[in-house]
């Protein structure tokens, strides 16, 4: 089995920032990729960023040049900070992982961009 704890949401206003991390444990067997996707009420979940085994990484157009995802291997840890928040950007975040074949998601934590 595979968890993935999120953490870092918030209510935030425009223009300001977050970091949100997600830590996975269990049999992970080396390092996966993972991804940050997210939600919004009423809307499908959308792809947010990802990367993968060896660290490259790939942005949705709207959080490109605004969010950065890195990861910390030693600690099978994802980071995504995201700068310039937008209320667009309101959504509940959801990290994956996969791990031979299967994804793996974790609960959520809710952003809200709001003033």
């Known amino acids: 089995q595979v968890q993935l704890v999120e953490s870092g949401g918030g209510l935030v206003q425009p223009g300001g920032s977050l970091r949100l991390s997600c830590a996975a444990s269990?049999?992970?067997?080396?390092?996966?990729?993972m991804g940050w996707y997210r939600q919004a009420p009423g809307k499908q979940r959308e792809l947010v960023a990802r990367?993968?085994?060896?660290?490259?990484?790939d942005y949705a157009d709207s959080v490109k040049g605004r969010f950065t995802l890195s990861r910390d291997n030693a600690k099978n840890t994802v980071y995504l900070q995201m700068n310039s928040l937008k209320p667009e950007d309101t959504a509940v975040y959801y990290c994956?992982?996969?791990?031979?074949?299967?994804?793996?998601w974790g609960q959520g934590t809710q952003v809200t961009v709001s003033s």
């Open positions: 269990g049999n992970i067997f080396g390092i996966k990729p």
């Open positions: 990367i993968s085994s060896t660290s490259s990484t």
């Open positions: 994956n992982i996969q791990v031979i074949g299967r994804i793996y």
